[in-house]
Nanobody, 126 residues
Framework: QVRVVESGGGSVEAGGSLRLSCAAS????????MGWFRQAPGKEREGVAA???????AYVASVKGRFTISKDNAKNTLDLQMNSLKPEDTAMYYC????????????????????WGQGTQVTVSS
C-alpha cells in the first residue's frame, strides 16, 4: 500500500510561484511512477505532470515551460515547481502514484494511477 500526502498549496497573485511537495510512504520512489493532477470546480480532473520510473517526464501543454516536476532525494519528495502562475491554474492539486511504469502513450491518464492523496488547494488571483 502506498500512502500519498501533498503539501505546499496556497494563494498567490498571477505571475507568482508556488512549490508543491508530495510524500509517498510504503515504497521507494524508484519503484513508482508519480504524477500531479488538478481539478477546478465544475471541471474534470486533468493530468498536469508525471515522472516515470526511468525519469521520463510528461506535461500537459498548458503548463509546459512554467511547471517542473522533480524528485527531491534529500527530502524524499516529489515536487512540482510552478512558476508564472495564471488564474486558470487555480484548482485542487492531487498527487498520485502507480506501482509500475506508466503507460508510455499517455502518462497523464488518471485511470492508470492507483494511489491518490487528499489534495492541496492552489489559488491564483488576477
Amino acid at each position: 500500500q502506498v500512502r500519498v500526502v501533498e503539501s505546499g498549496g496556497g494563494s498567490v497573485e498571477a505571475g507568482g510561484s508556488l512549490r508543491l511537495s508530495c510524500a509517498a510512504s510504503g515504497y521507494t520512489y524508484s519503484s513508482l511512477c508519480m504524477g500531479w493532477f488538478r481539478q477546478a470546480p465544475g471541471k474534470e480532473r486533468e493530468g498536469v505532470a508525471a515522472l516515470d520510473r526511468d525519469g521520463t517526464t510528461a506535461y500537459v501543454a498548458s503548463v509546459k515551460g512554467r511547471f517542473t516536476i522533480s524528485k527531491d532525494n534529500a527530502k524524499n519528495t516529489l515536487d512540482l515547481q510552478m512558476n508564472s502562475l495564471k488564474p486558470e491554474d487555480t484548482a485542487m492539486y492531487y498527487c498520485a502514484a502507480r506501482l509500475e511504469n506508466c503507460w508510455s502513450w499517455d502518462r497523464l491518464l488518471r485511470q492508470q494511477y492507483n494511489y491518490w492523496g487528499q489534495g492541496t488547494q492552489v489559488t491564483v488571483s488576477s
